[in-house]
């Protein structure tokens, strides 16, 4: 019995890789991801020995193994013995492996979550009795704004938002067609918008909350280098009380579905544990929040990062200033994922993860130590 992992470096699955050795056994796990074995064997050690968690049973990371390879290269960059040894008695294949872009050219995409899917899924060919644990988003619902979303919907006849979505979607089709054609056992796991209130040290993976929030940094430091007044403003010039009032075009009464990672990862696990046990079949489980959090979200987040802003959502500006249309040109990507009025269909996950209590609500206190940047565009 062993397991294979992708994309165990993330901030998704070092997580997954920390819970599943806090579940105890002896199965070894084999890291497979970009670098030599030696970064890899560094980087996933720093990152399990900071997360927060039960604790980890003695000689745990030596059930760690490495294997320097590419999932957008032919075989995984594996040799044929690397791979032999990378798949004899393999029983789990996690793939996680992912790129997250939600601007710029989409071959990269493509490459990364489809392409490289299928590369994962020509390696599941050589391990017949593994089961394959693919992580994917919720948000391949795309631009559907309204309605429950089943666990076994997926369709594009609503477009989508970001070619990151198309991908991940594209993605799942690969996989559920690999699955009906060989019968093969899958569970495919949809995560809400992942996040943490835990400042994450320099060189672990960065939450996808704050890399949504860095498109609007980088749109004001240009901003910043061209108006004085709004470098006073941004480093506390102005007296106290005084206020910026930005208007955001969005809609009020939108919703995002954010989820701590560190209960995604618990009901991941769980839910592999549950799954293991199942006849062979394709089953998608919602890793998502009970809870929507409101449009407010995004105000919170930037007034966060920078006090001086006050920000009120409003369905439309017919006469945008300068810096409303500097935030809209940042912050539309972020904005729309705040757009939707659907919800996500939980009944798959609850089945799995037994009496694993639900995570708790995301509040604006949590939002605030969540997307707090104290070094944000202050010190640039």
Known sequence: MSIVFTGATGFLGC???????????????????RGSEPELRARMTAAVTWLHGPPLPAGALDRLHYLSGDITLPGLGLTAEERARATDGLTQLWHNAALTRLEGDPAPLHLTNVVGTRHVLELADHAPDARLMHVSTAYVAGRRRTGHILEDDLREDHGFQVHYEESKYTGERLVRAWASRTGRSVTVLRTGLL????????????????????????????????????????????????AVRVRVAADPEGTANLVQAEYAARAIVRTAKAHARRPAAARTVHVTHPHNVSADIAPKALQVRYPRLSLR???HIPDPSPLETLI?????????????????DRTHLLEAVGDLPDPEPIDENYLARACGDPDALVSA
């Open 195 to 242: 996040t943490t209130d835990r400042p994450i040290p320099d060189g672990l993976p960065a939450q996808p909350l704050n890399t949504l929030l860095r498109l609007i940094d980088i749109g004001l430091r240009t901003r910043v280098g061209r108006q004085a007044s709004l470098v006073a403003f941004l480093k506390g010039g102005r007296r106290r009380g005084d």
């Open 313 to 315: 959502l409003v369905p």
């Open 15 to 33: 997580r997954i890789v920390r819970e599943l050795l806090s579940e105890g056994g002896d199965e070894p796990i084999t890291i497979i991801g």
């Open 328 to 344: 809209a040109q940042q912050g539309g990507r972020m904005l729309e994922f705040s757009t939707h009025r659907r919800t996500y």
